[in-house]
């Protein structure tokens, strides 16, 4: 049902993506944008179509009145079989006694009032501060659509208005289950035209799953320029925790065996087994998984010096999460701990990624570029609808 993932494909190479993948970004909501929506095969009103407002007309050239004009003489029919003609924005032509022609003056705007013309316009209409603001591009999780991000859309609207915000409308619902590279590959070609329309960088929201899909565009895109990396809630160190997904995916199997399947040729189709992580059979782990032992830098593959140098390229890392998240499991994955044989958790700094600095966690932290934003009293589909969070751990890294 699904195409296979095995290996790790090379930057710049092209992944075999089935034709209804390849479908475009959807634009869900900005300050400038009058969006639509109408029921989505779920049932739930989504975002269809985007009517821009436009931008703001531009500027007019006035010439300054230094000096008292004469008032123009009175406008005169055109004759019979005569032509009107343009001249130019500033004078305009009119036939005169005996057919002579005669110059038109427009009135003239007095030079103090062009002089404040800018500065009016900037009074009048704050929403053009927004330009200064950089687009945000939004991952959804797993199971999950553009629609579950409404309330961020109108929390970054009002704090940040003009700000383009950009949902991507792809791998929905059941078809998050599809395996991440081919996910990644997907993503890839939707946000690579929106990063090159923006020059001076970009803002990447990643939940949940989709927070593994962002760090591995970070990895493979050569030339992404993504300022801030929000990782909402997300198992950046891997899965290990019964939840209500991996029960109905998998009825018959509990977290303790859950390795037979997931570390199969067969189970590494499923997006969860991509990222399922078993502290007790971590050798098993790092031969059979096809995705996050190689985004880690575990695994050899002759990528791993490129993949690093471009995830370095982020400017900050930003890691949200929390102990009520009741889904990642351990919780502390979200931060890059997770646990050891004895499902003792081990910190970020105790991670041999880290100490190894395999794909350049140790290199951010250096520099400063991480930021720990840890949130309690959060469930886990709560994260992208709490304005606490929101005010607390994402505005301040979107300017």
């Known amino acids: 049902m699904y195409r296979s993932a095995r290996s790790s494909p090379a930057p710049g190479a092209q992944w075999n993506v089935p034709s209804p993948l390849r479908c475009a970004a959807r634009v869900a909501g900005d300050a400038g944008t009058v969006t639509r929506e109408s029921p989505g095969r779920d049932g739930f009103a989504r975002p269809q179509q985007s009517v821009p407002s436009?931008?703001?007309?531009?500027?007019?050239?006035?010439?300054?009145?230094?000096?008292?004009?004469?008032?123009?003489?009175?406008?005169?029919?055109?004759?019979?079989?005569?032509?009107?003609?343009?001249?130019?924005?500033?004078?305009?032509?009119?036939?005169?006694?005996?057919?002579?022609?005669?110059?038109?003056r427009v009135p003239r705007?007095?030079?103090?009032?062009?002089?404040?013309?800018?500065?009016?316009l900037l009074i009048a209409t704050p929403a053009a501060h927004g330009a200064s603001y950089k687009p945000v591009i939004v991952v959804h999780g797993l199971f999950d659509s553009s629609y579950s991000f409404r309330h961020l859309l109108e929390y970054?609207?009002?704090?940040?208005?003009?700000?383009?915000?950009?949902?991507?409308?792809?791998?929905?619902?059941?078809?998050?289950?599809?395996?991440?590279?081919?996910?990644?590959?997907?993503?890839?070609?939707?946000?690579?035209?929106?990063?090159?329309?923006?020059?001076?960088?970009?803002?990447?929201?990643?939940?949940?799953?989709?927070?593994?899909?962002?760090?591995?565009?970070?990895?493979?895109?050569?030339?992404?320029?993504?300022d801030s990396f929000i990782s909402l809630s997300s198992p950046q160190m891997g899965q290990y925790g019964d939840t209500d997904y991996l029960k109905w995916l998998f009825p018959t199997s509990m977290r303790s065996n859950l390795y037979r399947i997931c570390y199969s040729p067969w189970g590494q189709e499923f997006s969860i087994c991509n990222y399922w992580h078993d502290p007790h059979h971590d050798d098993l782990y790092l031969n059979a998984s096809s995705f996050l032992a190689l985004i880690n830098g575990e695994r050899d593959h002759p990528n791993a010096t490129a993949w690093r140098k471009n995830f370095l390229r982020v400017g900050h890392l930003v890691l949200i999460g929390g102990p009520d998240d009741g889904v990642i499991t351990p919780w502390q994955s979200s931060f890059f701990g997770f646990y050891d044989a004895n499902e003792t958790v081990l910190e970020m700094e105790e991670q041999l990624v880290y100490l190894r600095d395999s794909f350049g966690l140790k290199t951010l932290l250096a520099r400063g570029a991480i930021v720990r934003c840890p949130m309690a009293g959060i469930s886990h589909t709560n994260w992208h609808s709490n304005r606490t969070l929101y005010d607390t751990c994402i505005e301040p890294w979107l300017s």
Not at 67 to 96: C, D, I, N, V, Y
Not at 109 to 119: D, G, I, K
Request: charged fraction near 15%; charge should be positive; glycine fraction near 10%.
């Open 156 to 226: 970054i609207n009002e704090t940040h208005p003009g700000t383009v915000v950009t949902v991507l409308d792809l791998f929905d619902g059941r078809e998050s289950l599809r395996p991440l590279w081919e996910q990644v590959q997907g993503f890839q070609e939707a946000v690579k035209p929106i990063m090159e329309k923006a020059p001076q960088g970009v803002h990447l929201l990643c939940y949940s799953q989709g927070g593994l899909v962002c760090r591995a565009l970070l990895s493979v895109m050569e030339e992404h320029n993504v």
């Open 109 to 120: 705007v007095p030079c103090a009032w062009v002089l404040l013309l800018p500065f009016l």
């Open 54 to 104: 436009g931008p703001l007309p531009s500027v007019i050239p006035l010439r300054c009145r230094l000096t008292p004009s004469p008032p123009p003489p009175p406008r005169r029919g055109l004759r019979a079989g005569e032509k009107s003609g343009h001249r130019g924005p500033s004078q305009a032509s009119a036939p005169g006694p005996g057919g002579s022609m005669q110059v038109l």
